[in-house]
Structures are given as structure tokens and as C-alpha cells.
């Protein structure tokens, strides 16, 4: 229990460390997405730095777990934690949406090493996912697919279609991270077009559905072990998220979802980002 | 005179069948319309590699890309209406910006689908597809043509659109014609030195019945079968400009953005002033109706094309 704790209370630390990053990048590029870059930070640091079968040495291994970041505009926390991993080099992240640079505004595949598909118009990545895991069954391997959604993004009529289609083909070495952070650009996901029962909804379409806190990172691990485990279905994971995550005034702000903290917020931030990591460092 | 027909389709699902031992890597995905594009020939021979994907054309397309992605040389069919307009996003962030290895092959392009009217005849495919950066567009014009360009698909890496008409189409080429066919390399089956007619697809055939009815009348046509309409042969429509006194293009297409608006930038860009005029759907939604009325009063047909030949002779 005691060597539990500190593996994840490690993790804890790479969060924080990503979530710097991110604010780090979005001052400097004066424009992105810091909401749904921070409420992704803790699923995604559980899959690539604990869950995931990866090797950044050769980011076209056949036989790699795929991550799909279907919500493309959480670029910065994927850049971030790909350049930590070292698939390149983390000074590439101070040149975010820069011109002559390589990270894109939204991720590009062809480009950016360890970027699985090019994302940023919404609603693709599980459809993209699902050919993955045909692939994979096709070829006998043994890898497993990983599809991060927003909730907002499942207004879009082909997630619904992939849906089916990942039921019907039974892909339980499918499975989709829902970042349910109940905001959207034009406000609450409830009042924009609503989405619950969310569970009902993915039940419905053939879905074994896990819900935990999505910034728990044990809690996150333990879905996706049971996740791998169930069979003949895809399982979909809701993460319970706060949009802005770790920054307390960007927190459930929706005025944060597209816009890059000035020179103030960029400093109060950074100072949060520093308190949160002196206090994991000194917990027990 | 009674000509040999086939149908692209069946070269294409024949195809597909035929080359699936050579290419073990290629995948062919439908959405519900495999008897009609033909894919169900591919998926009888090869049921694990065959994917039906339902009324669902978004899914199926970036599903395309998922399994491209992991190597495999992913084959997406529907009608041209559907693998195109209503998919364009999809083909644009998924197959072209990710330069995907993913061939989005069309049935039923063009008017002469016919009876089903303007909701399934497709004009605009071709300006959707050629205005992507990284895409391949390819219109076969006939079934020997289009096995030799379906192999010439699996074989090349990339992203490509093809698409064939829905009917029977004469055969025009030998198998020996066929031997050094090149994507972005186009055909020339007649020769000629008054005018210059660029045709594609299903327009081909209405070409070289125009060569006959203008040879009758004293004049010589140079055909050209432009089945590669992106990279275009930019080259060949040099040399036509230079050997031939007018060029018409023919298309079962918008005279917007399709081969016509092709050849025509070709042709501003070298500052050419050849008489030059665009056979084509003159920007419009067309209508039920045999293919044969159709082309007539749409006036794509072999007659039109010589009235436009004649006209632009005698500037």
C-alpha cells in the first residue's frame, strides 16, 4: 500500500509538472485552450506514464498501445507529456503555434512525433480509434486503442455512428476516455444541447460504461485495468472533471476555454502550479 | 456498330478480388451499397478484410484512416455523392491532411446515373477532391482502364479518389494500350491536329464518337483521356496547345472546378489564347431521366461536343 502510494503520489507530481507546461505554452503562443488542456491532465498522465505500452525511442512500434486525442484542442497537455516521455525535445514546447516550428495549433501526425492522428475538428477520433482496433484484431495483436473525448464533443452526430460501430464490432480492445466537464464554449453542456443521461446514453449503444473522479489517478488506473479486462464490448470511461482544472480562477471558468492567460493570470498561475507541487513533495 | 461494353464497377469489385493475394494489406470498407459498388466481390473472397460500415459515410472514412494508419491500404466505397460531399471534413482532416493511405473509391458519378435524379447525380466531386492538398483524382473511363487504375491505386501510397459512372461503359482500350499506364500520365487513343478534346470518364466514350462525326466532316480531333485529372498532365495540354488549333474539355461534371477548370488554369497560367471551351453540367442541378436524354439536353453529348469543336474552329 505504502509503494502504492508513492507510484501514484509520483504521477500526482508529473501532473503538475504537465499542467505547468501547459501554462507555460499558452502564455508564450498567446492563444489555445487552457480548460480542457488542464481537465485532461490526470487521464492522460495515468495512460502514458503508467497504463500504456509505449516506447518513445520508436513511436511507430506495431505493436504500441495508441492514444487518439479526439479532442484535438487539448493539444498543449499531449505535447507536453510527449516531450516529458522523449519522443522530442521539450524546448520545442516553448514554440507552440509558432511559425517555422513544429507543434501545431492542433495535433498533426505527420509532423510531430508520437501524434497518432491529426485532430482538431471534432467528432473523427473514435471513428479513427475503431479502425485502429479493427486493424489490431485483423492482425492478431495485441495492442489496445485509447480515444479521449470531450463532452462537448459528443454533439457531433459521428461519434454516435462510431459508437454503434465499435459495439457492433465488438472492439473491447477499444477504449474511450469521456472528459465530462460539463462545459462547452457557448456554456454548460446541459444548456447547450444536452447529453444525460450521458451513462444511459453509451449503455444504450452497447458500451460497458466506468465512471470515476477523473483528476483520482488510482481511481483512473483502476478503470482502465477493468477496462482491459472486460470482453466483447468496448468500454467507454466517464471521467468526472473540472474544466480548468488546477488553476483556481481558470477552474469552471468558461471564459478560459480558448483563451491564453496574460502576463498576471500567467504569474498567479505559475505560483498555484509551485504551491501544489511543494505540497505533494511534502506530504507523507 | 454494336461496341463491347462492361461496366467500371465490376472491374473495380473484380479488381479489388483479384489483386487481395498481392496486396494482403489491402481493406475494403462500404457503407450498405457493396452490390452496387461492386466492393461485395471483395468481400465474398475476403470476409475479414471487408468491413461493412452501414449508412454511416463519416465512420467509414475516418474508420479508413484508422486502419491506414496502421498500414494496411484501406479501400472506402459508396456512391460519389456520399464518399464526397457529405464526408468532406472527414476526407479533408482524416485522409488528405494525414495523408492517409486511404482510397476513397465512388460509384455513380455524373448524370448519367439518371432516373434517380440531381440528389444521387454528383457534379461537384471532382473540385471537392482536386481542391485538397496531397489528394490524387482519377476517372476511369472504362472497365479495362479502371482494373489497370485500381492496381495502380493499391500499389502507389497516398490518398486518392476515383470515380466511375454507374452504367455499362464501351471498352476502349486493349490490355496492350494499357500496359504503361501511369497515374498523371494521360492517353491519347485518337490522334488529330484541328482541335484538342480533353475528355475524363464517362465523356471519353462521347469523345471519340465526336472524333468520328468530326472527321466526317473533314475535321481532325486529338482525344486525349485525362484519367488522372490531379497531378495533371500539365505537359500533355502543352503539347495539344502547341499541335492543335482549339481544346475543348468533357466532363460528366460542373464546368466549375472539375477537369474544365483544370485545364483552363493551365492554360491562363501559360498565357495561352487557344480558343478554348468547357463541355460540362453549366451550373446547374440536373433531373430524372435516361442517361442518354440526359447528356442530350444537358448537352454533353457527342453532338454538342461537335457543335462546340465547330465553333471554336472558326474563331
Given at each position: 500500500m505504502a509503494k502504492q502510494q508513492a507510484f501514484l503520489k509520483e504521477l500526482d507530481l508529473i501532473a503538475v509538472k504537465i499542467r505547468t507546461h501547459i501554462i507555460e505554452m499558452l502564455y508564450r503562443a498567446k492563444s489555445g485552450h487552457p480548460g480542457g488542456s488542464l481537465s485532461a491532465v490526470e487521464a492522460m498522465v495515468a495512460l502514458y506514464f503508467h497504463h500504456m505500452h509505449i516506447n518513445p525511442k520508436n513511436p511507430k512500434d506495431p505493436d504500441r498501445d495508441r492514444f487518439i486525442l479526439?479532442?484535438?484542442?487539448?493539444a498543449p497537455t499531449l505535447y507536453a507529456i510527449l516531450a516529458e516521455l522523449g519522443y522530442?525535445?521539450?524546448?520545442?514546447?516553448?514554440?507552440?503555434?509558432?511559425?517555422?516550428?513544429?507543434?501545431?495549433?492542433h495535433p498533426v501526425c505527420?509532423?510531430?512525433?508520437?501524434?497518432e492522428a491529426s485532430t482538431g475538428s471534432l467528432g473523427h477520433g473514435l471513428s479513427f480509434g475503431n479502425g485502429v482496433a479493427l486493424a489490431g484484431n485483423l492482425d492478431k495483436k495485441t495492442y489496445r486503442v485509447y480515444v479521449l473525448l470531450g463532452d462537448g464533443e459528443t454533439d457531433e452526430g459521428q461519434i454516435w455512428e462510431a459508437a454503434a460501430a465499435a459495439s457492433h464490432y465488438k472492439l473491447d480492445n477499444l477504449c474511450a476516455l469521456l472528459d465530462?466537464?460539463?462545459?462547452?464554449i457557448d456554456g454548460n453542456t446541459e444548456d447547450v444541447m444536452k447529453l444525460e443521461s450521458i451513462r444511459r446514453r453509451w449503455e444504450a449503444f452497447g458500451w460497458n460504461v466506468i465512471e470515476v473522479n477523473g483528476h483520482n489517478i488510482g481511481e483512473i488506473i483502476d478503470a482502465l485495468l477493468l477496462a482491459s479486462d472486460h470482453k466483447h464490448q468496448p468500454t467507454i470511461i466517464i471521467l468526472n472533471t473540472v474544466k480548468g482544472k488546477g488553476v483556481s480562477f481558470m477552474e469552471n471558468n468558461i471564459d478560459f476555454h480558448g483563451v491564453a492567460p496574460n502576463e498576471m493570470e500567467y504569474k498567479l498561475a505559475m505560483k498555484e502550479l509551485a504551491e501544489q507541487q511543494r505540497a505533494l513533495e511534502a506530504a507523507e | 456498330m454494336n461496341k463491347a461494353m462492361a461496366n467500371p464497377r465490376d472491374a473495380y469489385g473484380e479488381t479489388l478480388a483479384e489483386i487481395g493475394d498481392k496486396y494482403p494489406n489491402i481493406v475494403v470498407l462500404d457503407a450498405d451499397l457493396s452490390k452496387s459498388t461492386k466492393t461485395i466481390l471483395f468481400a465474398k473472397k475476403y470476409p475479414q478484410r471487408f468491413f461493412e460500415m452501414g449508412i454511416a459515410e463519416a465512420n467509414m472514412i475516418s474508420t479508413a484512416a484508422g486502419l491506414a494508419s496502421t498500414g494496411k491500404i484501406a479501400f472506402a466505397s459508396t456512391f460519389a455523392v456520399f464518399a464526397t460531399g457529405r464526408v468532406y471534413d472527414q476526407i479533408r482532416m482524416d485522409v488528405a491532411y494525414s495523408q492517409a493511405n486511404v482510397k476513397v473509391f465512388a460509384t455513380?458519378?455524373?448524370?448519367?446515373?439518371?432516373?434517380?435524379g440531381a440528389s444521387h447525380q454528383m457534379i461537384e466531386d471532382i473540385a471537392l477532391m482536386r481542391v485538397l492538398p496531397n489528394m490524387t483524382v482519377i476517372t476511369p473511363s472504362d472497365a479495362p482502364q479502371t482494373k489497370r487504375l485500381v492496381e495502380l491505386m493499391a500499389q502507389t501510397p497516398g490518398p486518392m479518389y476515383a470515380r466511375v459512372g454507374r452504367a455499362n461503359a464501351p471498352i476502349i482500350y486493349t490490355k496492350e494500350d494499357l500496359a504503361s499506364l501511369q497515374l498523371g500520365k494521360g492517353l491519347v487513343p485518337r490522334e488529330g491536329d484541328d482541335v484538342t478534346i480533353i475528355a475524363c470518364g464517362t465523356m471519353v466514350d462521347q469523345a471519340l464518337d465526336a472524333y468520328t462525326r468530326l472527321k466526317d466532316k473533314g475535321i481532325t480531333a486529338r482525344i486525349v483521356d485525362m484519367h488522372t485529372i490531379k497531378p495533371l498532365d500539365t505537359a500533355l495540354i502543352l503539347d495539344c496547345v502547341k499541335h492543335t488549333n482549339a481544346i475543348l474539355t468533357a466532363e460528366e461534371h460542373s464546368i466549375i472546378g472539375g477537369l474544365g477548370s483544370a485545364v483552363s488554369e493551365v492554360l491562363a497560367e501559360h498565357a495561352s489564347s487557344i480558343p478554348f471551351y468547357r463541355i460540362g453540367v453549366r451550373d446547374m442541378f440536373c433531373e430524372s431521366g435516361e442517361p442518354e436524354e440526359l447528356l442530350d439536353k444537358y448537352e454533353l453529348s457527342a453532338p454538342h461536343i461537335v457543335t462546340a469543336a465547330q465553333h471554336l474552329l472558326k474563331h
Amino acid at each position: 500500500m505504502a509503494k502504492q502510494q508513492a507510484f501514484l503520489k509520483e504521477l500526482d507530481l508529473i501532473a503538475v509538472k504537465i499542467r505547468t507546461h501547459i501554462i507555460e505554452m499558452l502564455y508564450r503562443a498567446k492563444s489555445g485552450h487552457p480548460g480542457g488542456s488542464l481537465s485532461a491532465v490526470e487521464a492522460m498522465v495515468a495512460l502514458y506514464f503508467h497504463h500504456m505500452h509505449i516506447n518513445p525511442k520508436n513511436p511507430k512500434d506495431p505493436d504500441r498501445d495508441r492514444f487518439i486525442l479526439s479532442k484535438g484542442h487539448a493539444a498543449p497537455t499531449l505535447y507536453a507529456i510527449l516531450a516529458e516521455l522523449g519522443y522530442f525535445h521539450t524546448d520545442e514546447l516553448l514554440y507552440l503555434r509558432q511559425i517555422n516550428h513544429m507543434l501545431q495549433g492542433h495535433p498533426v501526425c505527420t509532423h510531430i512525433p508520437g501524434v497518432e492522428a491529426s485532430t482538431g475538428s471534432l467528432g473523427h477520433g473514435l471513428s479513427f480509434g475503431n479502425g485502429v482496433a479493427l486493424a489490431g484484431n485483423l492482425d492478431k495483436k495485441t495492442y489496445r486503442v485509447y480515444v479521449l473525448l470531450g463532452d462537448g464533443e459528443t454533439d457531433e452526430g459521428q461519434i454516435w455512428e462510431a459508437a454503434a460501430a465499435a459495439s457492433h464490432y465488438k472492439l473491447d480492445n477499444l477504449c474511450a476516455l469521456l472528459d465530462r466537464n460539463y462545459l462547452q464554449i457557448d456554456g454548460n453542456t446541459e444548456d447547450v444541447m444536452k447529453l444525460e443521461s450521458i451513462r444511459r446514453r453509451w449503455e444504450a449503444f452497447g458500451w460497458n460504461v466506468i465512471e470515476v473522479n477523473g483528476h483520482n489517478i488510482g481511481e483512473i488506473i483502476d478503470a482502465l485495468l477493468l477496462a482491459s479486462d472486460h470482453k466483447h464490448q468496448p468500454t467507454i470511461i466517464i471521467l468526472n472533471t473540472v474544466k480548468g482544472k488546477g488553476v483556481s480562477f481558470m477552474e469552471n471558468n468558461i471564459d478560459f476555454h480558448g483563451v491564453a492567460p496574460n502576463e498576471m493570470e500567467y504569474k498567479l498561475a505559475m505560483k498555484e502550479l509551485a504551491e501544489q507541487q511543494r505540497a505533494l513533495e511534502a506530504a507523507e | 456498330m454494336n461496341k463491347a461494353m462492361a461496366n467500371p464497377r465490376d472491374a473495380y469489385g473484380e479488381t479489388l478480388a483479384e489483386i487481395g493475394d498481392k496486396y494482403p494489406n489491402i481493406v475494403v470498407l462500404d457503407a450498405d451499397l457493396s452490390k452496387s459498388t461492386k466492393t461485395i466481390l471483395f468481400a465474398k473472397k475476403y470476409p475479414q478484410r471487408f468491413f461493412e460500415m452501414g449508412i454511416a459515410e463519416a465512420n467509414m472514412i475516418s474508420t479508413a484512416a484508422g486502419l491506414a494508419s496502421t498500414g494496411k491500404i484501406a479501400f472506402a466505397s459508396t456512391f460519389a455523392v456520399f464518399a464526397t460531399g457529405r464526408v468532406y471534413d472527414q476526407i479533408r482532416m482524416d485522409v488528405a491532411y494525414s495523408q492517409a493511405n486511404v482510397k476513397v473509391f465512388a460509384t455513380h458519378g455524373g448524370i448519367s446515373v439518371g432516373k434517380d435524379g440531381a440528389s444521387h447525380q454528383m457534379i461537384e466531386d471532382i473540385a471537392l477532391m482536386r481542391v485538397l492538398p496531397n489528394m490524387t483524382v482519377i476517372t476511369p473511363s472504362d472497365a479495362p482502364q479502371t482494373k489497370r487504375l485500381v492496381e495502380l491505386m493499391a500499389q502507389t501510397p497516398g490518398p486518392m479518389y476515383a470515380r466511375v459512372g454507374r452504367a455499362n461503359a464501351p471498352i476502349i482500350y486493349t490490355k496492350e494500350d494499357l500496359a504503361s499506364l501511369q497515374l498523371g500520365k494521360g492517353l491519347v487513343p485518337r490522334e488529330g491536329d484541328d482541335v484538342t478534346i480533353i475528355a475524363c470518364g464517362t465523356m471519353v466514350d462521347q469523345a471519340l464518337d465526336a472524333y468520328t462525326r468530326l472527321k466526317d466532316k473533314g475535321i481532325t480531333a486529338r482525344i486525349v483521356d485525362m484519367h488522372t485529372i490531379k497531378p495533371l498532365d500539365t505537359a500533355l495540354i502543352l503539347d495539344c496547345v502547341k499541335h492543335t488549333n482549339a481544346i475543348l474539355t468533357a466532363e460528366e461534371h460542373s464546368i466549375i472546378g472539375g477537369l474544365g477548370s483544370a485545364v483552363s488554369e493551365v492554360l491562363a497560367e501559360h498565357a495561352s489564347s487557344i480558343p478554348f471551351y468547357r463541355i460540362g453540367v453549366r451550373d446547374m442541378f440536373c433531373e430524372s431521366g435516361e442517361p442518354e436524354e440526359l447528356l442530350d439536353k444537358y448537352e454533353l453529348s457527342a453532338p454538342h461536343i461537335v457543335t462546340a469543336a465547330q465553333h471554336l474552329l472558326k474563331h
